[in-house]
């Protein structure tokens, strides 16, 4: 029975895409919907093999400027997390400002970007840095301030200093909120680096798009978009598999599995 259920876990995402793909390609056939409207799944599929070279091209450089702008993201982050969770000082100061940042919607940094650096690589990479560093800052901060006062009086009539409890517990505390951080953090970094390619750059998977559009060359817009959402499928599952690996003692029971 259990292997049953892990079977039909693995097999569900595959079902409901192939299910989705169906129906897609029956809708437009069905309905003889324009393609430069909705292309069906055959046409996209088409158009990206006739564009194989280039698509990877482009892809090439969105998940080089992604990476990239994902792993500034990490660093800084988990040290401004760590700086404002260990202290409620901190983060009661930093945290208005932080929220504030992130409700600026990162797309206005763009022509900013542009100006400082030029179009090309970089404001990719600083785009995706600034939308995907708020997630790991905020559930590093969250699980270093959520470690119960009780364990840390503890650890301190113990002899242990500040640092001691924060390098040995709070920080091992913490991982379990850093882990799920870098799921959410990839997907937007992807979408960091899109949003910037398709302003400011001549490179990218978001440039692709727009070329596309402009001539009105829908399935290779879609096919485009099929490229970005298997590109931050990977690297969720990528990630899951890390948190599982490297957390799996905050996991019990049914949540292990997501």
């Not at 945290?95 to 206005?108: D, H, R, T, W």
């Not at 997630?135 to 119960?148: F, I, K, S």
């Not at 879609?222 to 690297?235: E, Q």
């Amino acid at each position: 029975m259990a292997i049953r259920q892990k079977t039909l876990m693995r097999l569900a995402p595959w079902a409901v895409t192939l299910f989705i793909l169906i129906m897609w390609e029956g809708i437009c056939v069905s309905f003889a919907v324009p393609e430069f409207l909705m292309p069906a799944p055959s046409a996209v599929f088409k158009a990206g093999l006739a564009t194989a070279g280039p698509i990877f091209e482009h892809a090439t450089q969105t998940f080089f400027t992604t990476l990239v702008g994902f792993a500034l993201a990490v660093v800084v982050g988990l040290v401004v997390g760590a700086v404002v969770g260990s202290s409620p000082l901190v983060y009661k100061a930093l945290y208005p400002m932080l929220v504030g940042f992130n409700s600026i919607p990162k797309v206005a940094f763009v022509p900013v970007l542009v100006v400082w650096f030029g179009i090309g690589t970089v404001p990719a990479i600083l785009t995706a840095f600034l939308i995907s560093f708020f997630p790991v800052v905020v559930n590093v901060a969250t699980g270093l301030a959520t470690l119960e006062p009780e364990l840390e009086d503890v650890l301190r009539s113990l002899g242990a200093s500040r640092l001691d409890i924060l390098r040995k517990v709070g920080l091992p505390r913490a991982m379990p909120y850093f882990f799920a951080s870098l799921k959410v953090a990839i997907t937007l970094a992807f979408v960091g680096s899109v949003i910037s390619e398709t302003v400011a750059s001549n490179l990218g998977i978001g440039y692709l798009m727009m070329s596309a559009s402009s001539s009105m060359n829908m399935p290779l817009v879609f096919a485009g978009l099929i490229v970005i959402g298997a590109m931050g499928v990977v690297m969720y599952e990528l990630f899951a598999a890390l948190e599982r690996r490297l957390t799996g003692w905050a996991h019990r029971g049914a949540g292990a599995a997501l």
